[in-house]
């Protein structure tokens, strides 16, 4: 999932920097320059679209799986609190 992820923010920080790259370092004005805005965006947005539909599957379940591990680890947790309360209580009288 770390990959997945990582693998993610970087496609979006790229494209990202790519758009602006283009937009603020290309010659153009006016209305060349905002087809070519669009045009960029429209690419972002499916290269998006494109990554979605790829990881999208795999990211869900990473999510569902990591939902599961962190309610074990919460009932495991108030346990370990409940223990330790116990013991305290026994100790402190």
């Known amino acids: 999932m770390a990959k997945t992820k990582t693998f993610l923010k970087g496609a979006l920080f790229g494209g990202l920097l790519g758009l602006a790259a283009g937009i603020f370092g290309a010659p153009e004005k006016g209305k060349q320059m905002q087809n070519k805005a669009r045009q960029a965006i429209k690419r972002a947005v499916k290269e998006g679209e ?44």
């Open 50 to 93: 494109r990554l979605q539909k790829k990881y999208g599957p795999e990211v869900k379940k990473n999510i569902k799986t990591a939902k599961k591990t962190a309610k074990i680890a919460a009932r495991q947790g108030k346990k370990i609190v409940k223990k330790a309360q116990k013991t305290i209580k026994k100790y402190s009288r």
